[in-house]
Protein backbone atom coordinates (compact mmCIF):
# COMPACT_ATOMS: atom_id res chain seq x y z
CA UNK A 1 0.00 0.00 0.00
CA UNK A 2 0.93 3.49 -0.82
CA UNK A 3 0.76 5.77 1.89
CA UNK A 4 0.99 9.50 1.97
CA UNK A 5 1.25 11.61 4.89
CA UNK A 6 0.33 15.90 6.01
CA UNK A 7 3.29 18.14 6.45
CA UNK A 8 2.41 18.36 9.80
CA UNK A 9 3.35 14.91 10.45
CA UNK A 10 6.39 14.32 8.33
CA UNK A 11 7.96 17.09 9.87
CA UNK A 12 7.50 16.00 13.51
CA UNK A 13 9.14 12.62 12.29
CA UNK A 14 12.12 15.04 11.21
CA UNK A 15 12.15 16.09 13.74
CA UNK A 16 12.42 13.14 15.88
CA UNK A 17 14.75 11.48 13.09
CA UNK A 18 17.29 14.60 13.43
CA UNK A 19 17.42 14.22 17.34
CA UNK A 20 19.01 10.95 17.27
CA UNK A 21 21.60 11.56 14.21
CA UNK A 22 24.54 13.67 13.67
CA UNK A 23 24.11 17.38 12.58
CA UNK A 24 23.23 17.46 8.74
CA UNK A 25 22.60 13.60 7.99
CA UNK A 26 19.18 13.57 7.19
CA UNK A 27 19.76 16.20 4.39
CA UNK A 28 22.77 13.72 3.55
CA UNK A 29 20.49 11.14 2.78
CA UNK A 30 17.97 12.89 1.17
CA UNK A 31 20.50 14.58 -1.06
CA UNK A 32 21.96 11.17 -2.18
CA UNK A 33 18.62 9.76 -3.00
CA UNK A 34 18.04 12.91 -5.75
CA UNK A 35 21.40 12.92 -7.14
CA UNK A 36 20.90 9.40 -7.40
CA UNK A 37 17.58 9.57 -9.38
CA UNK A 38 19.34 12.57 -11.57
CA UNK A 39 22.02 10.14 -12.22
CA UNK A 40 19.55 7.81 -13.29
CA UNK A 41 17.85 10.47 -15.30
CA UNK A 42 20.89 11.41 -17.48
CA UNK A 43 22.33 7.84 -18.05
CA UNK A 44 26.02 9.55 -18.33
CA UNK A 45 26.35 11.95 -15.47
CA UNK A 46 30.17 13.12 -16.80
CA UNK A 47 29.98 15.98 -19.03
CA UNK A 48 26.16 16.99 -18.64
CA UNK A 49 24.32 20.06 -17.80
CA UNK A 50 22.31 20.54 -14.16
CA UNK A 51 20.93 23.57 -13.11
CA UNK A 52 19.72 23.81 -9.72
CA UNK A 53 16.64 26.34 -8.91
CA UNK A 54 17.28 27.74 -4.98
CA UNK A 55 15.31 29.01 -2.72
CA UNK A 56 15.59 29.59 1.05
CA UNK A 57 14.16 26.17 2.43
CA UNK A 58 15.65 22.81 3.27
CA UNK A 59 14.66 21.46 -0.29
CA UNK A 60 17.71 24.22 -1.81
CA UNK A 61 20.03 22.36 0.84
CA UNK A 62 18.80 19.43 -1.02
CA UNK A 63 19.30 20.30 -4.27
CA UNK A 64 22.20 21.71 -3.87
CA UNK A 65 24.10 19.05 -1.74
CA UNK A 66 22.50 16.80 -4.91
CA UNK A 67 24.53 19.30 -7.28
CA UNK A 68 27.74 18.67 -5.52
CA UNK A 69 27.71 15.22 -5.56
CA UNK A 70 26.73 15.39 -9.33
CA UNK A 71 29.61 17.97 -9.98
CA UNK A 72 32.38 15.26 -8.15
CA UNK A 73 31.13 12.78 -11.44
CA UNK A 74 31.87 15.57 -14.27
CA UNK A 75 28.76 17.10 -14.33
CA UNK A 76 28.87 20.67 -14.75
CA UNK A 77 26.04 22.85 -12.13
CA UNK A 78 24.62 25.52 -12.18
CA UNK A 79 22.76 27.22 -8.99
CA UNK A 80 20.32 29.71 -9.64
CA UNK A 81 19.59 31.43 -6.29
CA UNK A 82 16.64 33.23 -5.85
CA UNK A 83 17.30 34.47 -2.77
CA UNK A 84 21.19 34.94 -1.90
CA UNK A 85 21.33 35.86 1.42
CA UNK A 86 19.10 33.26 2.64
CA UNK A 87 20.45 30.38 0.23
CA UNK A 88 21.30 27.05 2.74
CA UNK A 89 25.07 27.84 3.75
CA UNK A 90 26.43 24.30 3.67
CA UNK A 91 25.16 23.28 0.76
CA UNK A 92 26.63 26.14 -1.28
CA UNK A 93 29.73 25.53 0.25
CA UNK A 94 29.85 22.31 -1.03
CA UNK A 95 28.76 23.19 -4.61
CA UNK A 96 31.20 26.04 -4.96
CA UNK A 97 34.15 23.63 -3.55
CA UNK A 98 33.55 21.22 -6.10
CA UNK A 99 33.15 23.76 -9.05
CA UNK A 100 29.94 24.34 -9.25
CA UNK A 101 28.91 28.38 -10.38
CA UNK A 102 26.74 30.34 -9.07
CA UNK A 103 23.94 32.70 -11.22
CA UNK A 104 21.29 35.30 -10.09
CA UNK A 105 18.08 34.56 -11.61
CA UNK A 106 18.26 37.54 -14.29
CA UNK A 107 21.07 35.51 -15.58
CA UNK A 108 19.20 32.19 -15.51
CA UNK A 109 18.05 31.77 -19.18
CA UNK A 110 21.13 31.02 -20.81
CA UNK A 111 21.87 28.20 -18.26
CA UNK A 112 18.57 26.67 -18.82
CA UNK A 113 18.65 26.86 -22.12
CA UNK A 114 22.00 24.67 -22.07
CA UNK A 115 20.67 22.48 -19.42
CA UNK A 116 19.75 18.51 -20.02
CA UNK A 117 18.80 18.87 -16.09
CA UNK A 118 16.64 21.04 -14.31
CA UNK A 119 16.45 20.45 -10.44
CA UNK A 120 13.30 22.89 -8.64
CA UNK A 121 14.75 22.96 -5.12
CA UNK A 122 12.07 26.61 -4.91
CA UNK A 123 10.06 25.89 -2.19
CA UNK A 124 9.48 22.96 0.17
CA UNK A 125 6.58 21.17 1.45
CA UNK A 126 5.34 23.86 3.29
CA UNK A 127 5.12 26.18 0.31
CA UNK A 128 1.49 27.94 -0.07
CA UNK A 129 0.10 29.83 -2.68
CA UNK A 130 1.91 29.04 -5.68
CA UNK A 131 5.33 30.70 -7.12
CA UNK A 132 6.10 33.72 -5.96
CA UNK A 133 6.10 36.27 -9.14
CA UNK A 134 10.38 35.98 -8.68
CA UNK A 135 10.27 32.16 -9.26
CA UNK A 136 7.18 31.90 -11.42
CA UNK A 137 9.57 33.03 -14.90
CA UNK A 138 11.86 30.39 -13.64
CA UNK A 139 9.39 27.81 -13.66
CA UNK A 140 8.49 28.85 -17.81
CA UNK A 141 11.72 29.18 -18.90
CA UNK A 142 12.68 25.35 -16.95
CA UNK A 143 9.45 24.13 -18.97
CA UNK A 144 10.35 25.64 -22.07
CA UNK A 145 14.06 24.35 -21.49
CA UNK A 146 13.54 21.24 -22.91
CA UNK A 147 15.31 19.37 -20.25
CA UNK A 148 14.18 17.07 -17.81
CA UNK A 149 12.52 19.02 -14.74
CA UNK A 150 13.26 17.30 -11.40
CA UNK A 151 11.60 18.51 -7.84
CA UNK A 152 13.02 18.41 -4.65
CA UNK A 153 9.82 16.31 -2.19
CA UNK A 154 7.06 18.10 -4.56
CA UNK A 155 7.05 20.45 -7.46
CA UNK A 156 7.43 23.79 -6.52
CA UNK A 157 3.89 25.76 -5.62
CA UNK A 158 1.50 22.78 -5.21
CA UNK A 159 0.23 22.24 -1.67
CA UNK A 160 1.57 19.88 -0.15
CA UNK A 161 -1.66 18.83 2.21
CA UNK A 162 -4.50 19.06 -0.40
CA UNK A 163 -3.20 18.45 -3.72
CA UNK A 164 -4.18 21.88 -4.77
CA UNK A 165 -2.74 24.42 -7.15
CA UNK A 166 -3.53 28.25 -6.67
CA UNK A 167 -1.16 30.10 -8.76
CA UNK A 168 1.98 28.94 -10.76
CA UNK A 169 3.62 26.24 -10.27
CA UNK A 170 6.47 24.12 -11.51
CA UNK A 171 5.38 21.14 -13.63
CA UNK A 172 8.11 18.23 -13.05
CA UNK A 173 9.04 15.35 -15.30
CA UNK A 174 10.23 13.34 -11.83
CA UNK A 175 9.49 13.87 -8.26
CA UNK A 176 12.32 12.72 -6.10
CA UNK A 177 10.08 12.37 -2.33
CA UNK A 178 11.68 11.99 1.24
CA UNK A 179 10.29 9.75 3.74
CA UNK A 180 6.94 9.23 2.44
CA UNK A 181 4.51 10.63 -0.18
CA UNK A 182 2.76 14.07 0.47
CA UNK A 183 -1.04 13.89 -0.60
CA UNK A 184 -0.25 16.41 -3.07
CA UNK A 185 1.59 14.25 -5.06
CA UNK A 186 -1.32 11.30 -5.44
CA UNK A 187 -4.37 13.83 -5.59
CA UNK A 188 -5.17 15.84 -9.09
CA UNK A 189 -4.94 18.89 -9.82
CA UNK A 190 -1.27 18.50 -8.48
CA UNK A 191 -0.37 15.03 -9.06
CA UNK A 192 -0.46 16.11 -12.88
CA UNK A 193 2.71 18.31 -11.87
CA UNK A 194 4.78 16.13 -10.39
CA UNK A 195 5.03 13.74 -13.44
CA UNK A 196 6.69 10.06 -12.10
CA UNK A 197 7.33 10.08 -8.30
CA UNK A 198 10.45 7.93 -6.79
CA UNK A 199 10.05 8.01 -3.16
CA UNK A 200 13.69 7.98 -1.30
CA UNK A 201 13.23 6.48 1.99
CA UNK A 202 15.14 8.34 4.76
CA UNK A 203 14.50 6.12 7.79
CA UNK A 204 11.47 8.14 8.82
CA UNK A 205 8.91 6.70 11.69
CA UNK A 206 5.23 7.64 11.03
CA UNK A 207 1.82 6.80 12.54
CA UNK A 208 0.11 4.11 11.40
CA UNK A 209 -2.81 5.26 10.30
CA UNK A 210 -1.80 7.90 7.12
CA UNK A 211 -3.82 10.48 5.83
CA UNK A 212 -4.19 9.23 2.69
CA UNK A 213 -3.56 5.87 1.17
CA UNK A 214 -3.77 4.01 -1.96
CA UNK A 215 -4.38 0.15 -2.68
CA UNK A 216 -1.74 -1.84 -4.82
CA UNK A 217 -2.78 -5.28 -6.71
CA UNK A 218 -1.74 -7.61 -3.45
CA UNK A 219 -4.00 -5.07 -1.09
CA UNK A 220 -6.53 -5.70 -3.75
CA UNK A 221 -6.36 -8.82 -3.82
CA UNK A 222 -6.96 -9.56 -0.33
CA UNK A 223 -9.92 -7.85 -0.12
CA UNK A 224 -11.49 -9.72 -3.62
CA UNK A 225 -14.78 -12.16 -2.52
CA UNK A 226 -13.68 -15.54 -3.37
CA UNK A 227 -16.34 -18.69 -3.48
CA UNK A 228 -15.69 -21.26 -0.88
CA UNK A 229 -16.80 -24.90 -1.99
CA UNK A 230 -20.12 -24.75 0.31
CA UNK A 231 -20.79 -21.60 -1.45
CA UNK A 232 -23.87 -20.86 -3.37
CA UNK A 233 -25.71 -17.79 -4.78
CA UNK A 234 -27.58 -16.69 -2.08
CA UNK A 235 -24.57 -16.99 0.33
CA UNK A 236 -22.41 -14.98 -2.34
CA UNK A 237 -24.77 -11.92 -2.10
CA UNK A 238 -27.59 -10.97 -3.98
CA UNK A 239 -27.48 -6.99 -4.94
CA UNK A 240 -30.21 -5.27 -6.06
CA UNK A 241 -30.42 -3.00 -8.85
CA UNK A 242 -33.05 -0.19 -9.12
CA UNK A 243 -32.28 1.96 -12.77
CA UNK A 244 -32.81 3.07 -15.53
CA UNK A 245 -36.17 4.56 -17.07
CA UNK A 246 -38.34 4.31 -20.43
CA UNK A 247 -35.44 7.17 -21.49
CA UNK A 248 -32.16 5.54 -20.07
CA UNK A 249 -32.90 2.01 -20.63
CA UNK A 250 -29.15 2.14 -20.75
CA UNK A 251 -28.34 2.93 -17.48
CA UNK A 252 -29.66 -0.06 -16.42
CA UNK A 253 -28.10 -2.41 -19.01
CA UNK A 254 -24.39 -1.00 -17.96
CA UNK A 255 -25.49 -1.22 -14.27
CA UNK A 256 -26.24 -4.73 -14.20
CA UNK A 257 -23.23 -5.12 -15.89
CA UNK A 258 -21.11 -4.54 -13.68
CA UNK A 259 -22.50 -5.77 -10.61
CA UNK A 260 -22.77 -9.59 -12.86
CA UNK A 261 -18.95 -9.13 -12.84
CA UNK A 262 -18.39 -7.76 -9.43
CA UNK A 263 -18.41 -10.96 -6.92
CA UNK A 264 -21.98 -11.78 -5.75
CA UNK A 265 -23.92 -14.71 -6.65
CA UNK A 266 -27.28 -13.08 -8.39
CA UNK A 267 -28.39 -9.71 -9.83
CA UNK A 268 -31.71 -8.04 -8.69
CA UNK A 269 -33.39 -6.11 -11.50
CA UNK A 270 -36.21 -3.60 -10.54
CA UNK A 271 -37.30 -0.74 -13.36
CA UNK A 272 -38.71 0.31 -16.32
CA UNK A 273 -36.20 -1.40 -18.27
CA UNK A 274 -36.47 -4.86 -17.73
CA UNK A 275 -36.86 -6.23 -21.02
CA UNK A 276 -33.71 -4.37 -22.16
CA UNK A 277 -31.72 -5.87 -19.26
CA UNK A 278 -33.26 -9.52 -20.01
CA UNK A 279 -32.12 -9.37 -23.22
CA UNK A 280 -28.87 -8.50 -22.41
CA UNK A 281 -28.24 -10.56 -19.31
CA UNK A 282 -30.94 -13.49 -19.14
CA UNK A 283 -29.41 -15.00 -15.78
CA UNK A 284 -31.11 -11.58 -14.32
CA UNK A 285 -33.74 -12.01 -12.28
CA UNK A 286 -36.24 -9.12 -12.96
CA UNK A 287 -39.08 -7.50 -11.52
CA UNK A 288 -41.03 -4.54 -12.03
CA UNK A 289 -42.85 -4.49 -8.84
CA UNK A 290 -40.81 -2.12 -7.13
CA UNK A 291 -37.74 -2.47 -4.25
CA UNK A 292 -39.97 -3.34 -1.34
CA UNK A 293 -41.14 -6.58 -3.41
CA UNK A 294 -38.15 -7.58 -5.05
CA UNK A 295 -36.88 -10.04 -2.71
CA UNK A 296 -34.17 -10.56 -0.59
CA UNK A 297 -30.92 -8.93 -1.51
CA UNK A 298 -27.54 -7.76 0.59
CA UNK A 299 -27.28 -4.30 -0.70
CA UNK A 300 -29.01 -2.19 -3.44
CA UNK A 301 -27.86 0.18 -6.24
CA UNK A 302 -30.38 2.79 -6.98
CA UNK A 303 -30.16 6.25 -9.00
CA UNK A 304 -28.44 5.44 -12.40
CA UNK A 305 -30.91 6.72 -15.37
CA UNK A 306 -33.80 7.05 -12.88
CA UNK A 307 -35.19 10.23 -13.99
CA UNK A 308 -37.17 12.16 -11.87
CA UNK A 309 -39.10 9.33 -9.93
CA UNK A 310 -38.41 9.87 -6.14
CA UNK A 311 -40.18 6.73 -4.66
CA UNK A 312 -37.61 3.86 -5.44
CA UNK A 313 -35.22 6.15 -3.93
CA UNK A 314 -36.98 6.44 -0.85
CA UNK A 315 -37.69 2.62 -0.73
CA UNK A 316 -33.96 1.85 -1.09
CA UNK A 317 -33.34 3.83 1.54
CA UNK A 318 -35.49 2.58 3.74
CA UNK A 319 -34.42 -0.89 3.61
CA UNK A 320 -31.86 -2.16 6.27
CA UNK A 321 -28.48 -3.07 4.19
CA UNK A 322 -25.66 -1.30 2.20
CA UNK A 323 -26.89 1.31 -0.32
CA UNK A 324 -25.41 2.94 -3.07
CA UNK A 325 -26.39 5.98 -4.69
CA UNK A 326 -25.50 7.58 -7.77
CA UNK A 327 -26.38 9.96 -10.32
CA UNK A 328 -30.24 10.57 -9.93
CA UNK A 329 -30.64 8.84 -6.99
CA UNK A 330 -28.11 11.59 -5.41
CA UNK A 331 -30.42 14.38 -6.53
CA UNK A 332 -33.65 12.31 -5.32
CA UNK A 333 -32.71 11.00 -1.96
CA UNK A 334 -33.48 12.96 1.06
CA UNK A 335 -30.04 14.05 2.97
CA UNK A 336 -31.94 13.39 6.87
CA UNK A 337 -32.77 9.90 5.60
CA UNK A 338 -29.73 9.41 4.26
CA UNK A 339 -27.85 10.57 7.75
CA UNK A 340 -31.09 8.51 9.05
CA UNK A 341 -29.68 5.31 8.31
CA UNK A 342 -27.87 2.72 10.31
CA UNK A 343 -26.81 0.40 7.49
CA UNK A 344 -24.04 1.48 5.51
CA UNK A 345 -24.43 3.97 2.44
CA UNK A 346 -21.79 4.59 -0.32
CA UNK A 347 -22.64 7.48 -2.55
CA UNK A 348 -20.88 7.85 -5.99
CA UNK A 349 -21.05 11.40 -7.71
CA UNK A 350 -19.15 13.19 -9.95
CA UNK A 351 -17.51 16.80 -9.07
CA UNK A 352 -20.92 18.41 -10.77
CA UNK A 353 -23.13 16.02 -8.95
CA UNK A 354 -20.78 16.88 -5.74
CA UNK A 355 -20.94 20.51 -6.45
CA UNK A 356 -24.62 20.56 -5.95
CA UNK A 357 -24.78 18.58 -3.22
CA UNK A 358 -22.17 20.94 -1.44
CA UNK A 359 -23.49 23.83 -2.61
CA UNK A 360 -20.79 25.12 -4.24
CA UNK A 361 -19.09 25.40 -8.19
CA UNK A 362 -18.24 22.47 -10.09
CA UNK A 363 -14.66 24.27 -10.64
CA UNK A 364 -14.35 24.28 -6.19
CA UNK A 365 -14.63 20.31 -6.18
CA UNK A 366 -11.92 20.11 -8.96
CA UNK A 367 -9.65 22.16 -7.36
CA UNK A 368 -9.70 20.96 -3.45
CA UNK A 369 -11.01 17.35 -4.38
CA UNK A 370 -9.52 16.05 -1.15
CA UNK A 371 -11.57 19.22 0.95
CA UNK A 372 -14.51 18.36 -1.33
CA UNK A 373 -14.74 14.36 -0.70
CA UNK A 374 -14.18 15.05 2.78
CA UNK A 375 -16.91 17.70 3.47
CA UNK A 376 -19.55 15.48 1.93
CA UNK A 377 -19.16 12.45 3.76
CA UNK A 378 -19.27 14.23 6.92
CA UNK A 379 -22.46 16.04 5.38
CA UNK A 380 -24.39 13.12 4.83
CA UNK A 381 -22.37 10.12 7.51
CA UNK A 382 -22.27 8.23 4.19
CA UNK A 383 -19.06 7.10 2.73
CA UNK A 384 -18.79 8.97 -0.59
CA UNK A 385 -17.00 7.91 -3.64
CA UNK A 386 -15.57 11.35 -5.66
CA UNK A 387 -15.32 9.84 -9.33
CA UNK A 388 -12.52 11.85 -11.37
CA UNK A 389 -9.02 12.00 -12.69
CA UNK A 390 -7.91 10.93 -9.35
CA UNK A 391 -11.10 8.82 -8.00
CA UNK A 392 -11.01 9.30 -3.76
CA UNK A 393 -12.83 7.84 -1.23
CA UNK A 394 -13.76 8.50 2.01
CA UNK A 395 -15.42 7.60 4.91
CA UNK A 396 -18.07 9.02 7.34
CA UNK A 397 -15.46 10.10 9.77
CA UNK A 398 -13.47 12.21 7.31
CA UNK A 399 -10.23 9.80 8.07
CA UNK A 400 -8.12 8.16 5.69
CA UNK A 401 -9.11 8.83 2.23
CA UNK A 402 -8.25 6.37 -0.31
CA UNK A 403 -6.84 7.67 -3.69
CA UNK A 404 -7.39 5.11 -6.70
CA UNK A 405 -4.28 4.53 -8.76
CA UNK A 406 -5.58 3.14 -11.97
CA UNK A 407 -7.68 4.60 -14.59
CA UNK A 408 -7.32 5.87 -17.83
CA UNK A 409 -8.55 9.15 -19.28
CA UNK A 410 -10.34 6.95 -22.13
CA UNK A 411 -12.89 6.06 -19.25
CA UNK A 412 -14.51 9.47 -19.28
CA UNK A 413 -16.89 8.28 -21.44
CA UNK A 414 -20.66 7.81 -21.12
CA UNK A 415 -22.59 4.75 -18.99
CA UNK A 416 -18.81 4.39 -17.36
CA UNK A 417 -20.18 5.41 -13.85
CA UNK A 418 -23.36 2.88 -13.97
CA UNK A 419 -20.62 -0.11 -14.91
CA UNK A 420 -18.82 1.22 -11.48
CA UNK A 421 -21.74 1.24 -9.45
CA UNK A 422 -22.83 -2.02 -10.06
CA UNK A 423 -19.64 -3.14 -9.99
CA UNK A 424 -19.38 -1.37 -6.19
CA UNK A 425 -22.74 -3.04 -5.29
CA UNK A 426 -21.98 -6.26 -5.96
CA UNK A 427 -18.66 -6.05 -3.69
CA UNK A 428 -21.25 -4.40 -1.27
CA UNK A 429 -23.53 -7.57 -1.57
CA UNK A 430 -20.56 -9.92 -0.93
CA UNK A 431 -19.59 -8.30 1.91
CA UNK A 432 -16.94 -5.78 1.61
CA UNK A 433 -17.50 -2.60 3.68
CA UNK A 434 -18.58 0.89 2.13
CA UNK A 435 -14.85 1.81 1.90
CA UNK A 436 -13.38 -1.45 0.86
CA UNK A 437 -16.09 -1.93 -1.88
CA UNK A 438 -15.77 1.78 -2.84
CA UNK A 439 -11.88 1.60 -3.53
CA UNK A 440 -11.71 -2.07 -4.79
CA UNK A 441 -14.07 -0.97 -7.30
CA UNK A 442 -12.53 1.64 -8.62
CA UNK A 443 -9.34 -0.10 -8.77
CA UNK A 444 -10.87 -2.62 -10.56
CA UNK A 445 -12.79 -0.52 -13.17
CA UNK A 446 -10.03 1.74 -13.83
CA UNK A 447 -7.80 -1.65 -14.46
CA UNK A 448 -10.54 -2.86 -16.47
CA UNK A 449 -10.99 0.63 -18.41
CA UNK A 450 -7.04 0.12 -19.10
CA UNK A 451 -7.34 -3.15 -20.83
CA UNK A 452 -10.68 -1.79 -22.60
CA UNK A 453 -8.84 1.02 -24.38
CA UNK A 454 -5.53 -0.19 -24.47
CA UNK A 455 -4.88 3.52 -25.81
CA UNK A 456 -7.90 3.70 -28.38
CA UNK A 457 -11.44 4.83 -27.49
CA UNK A 458 -13.52 2.21 -25.21
CA UNK A 459 -17.22 2.08 -24.35
CA UNK A 460 -18.97 1.70 -21.20
CA UNK A 461 -19.90 -1.82 -22.45
CA UNK A 462 -16.50 -2.84 -23.20
CA UNK A 463 -15.24 -2.01 -19.55
CA UNK A 464 -17.73 -4.12 -18.04
CA UNK A 465 -16.22 -6.85 -20.41
CA UNK A 466 -12.76 -6.28 -19.32
CA UNK A 467 -13.35 -6.53 -15.48
CA UNK A 468 -12.59 -10.54 -15.50
CA UNK A 469 -9.08 -9.78 -17.05
CA UNK A 470 -8.76 -7.23 -14.36
CA UNK A 471 -10.27 -10.02 -11.85
CA UNK A 472 -7.33 -12.32 -12.95
CA UNK A 473 -4.46 -10.20 -13.52
CA UNK A 474 -5.07 -8.48 -8.92
CA UNK A 475 -5.38 -12.49 -8.34
CA UNK A 476 -2.39 -13.36 -10.14
Given at each position: ?256 SGALRGGAGAVRYVGPAGDAVIARFPETLVSDRGPKH ?174 PAAWRDIRA
Amino acid sequence: MRTAYRVETVRTAERELMARLPEGALMQRAAAGLAAACADLLGRVYGSRVVLLIGSGDNGGDALYAGARLAKRGAGVTAVLLNPDRTHPGGLRALRRVGGTVVPPHRADHALQRAHVVVDGIVGIGGKGGLRPDAAPLAELAAASGAAVVAVDLPSGIEADTGEVRGAAVRADLTVTFGTHKPGLLIDPAREYAGSVRLVDIGLTLPADPDVEALQHADVAALLPHPAAESDKYRRGVVGIAAGSTRYPGAAVLAVSGALRGGAGAVRYVGPAGDAVIARFPETLVSDRGPKHAGRVQAWVVGPGAGDDAEPVAEVLAADVPVLLDADGLRLADRDAVRARTAPTLMTPHAGEAAALLGTSREEVEGARLTAVRDLARSYDATVLLKGSTTLVSGPDGGTVRVNPTGTAWLATAGSGDVLSGLSGSLLAAGLSALDAGSVAAYLHGLAGRYAADGAPAGAHDVAEAIPAAWRDIRA
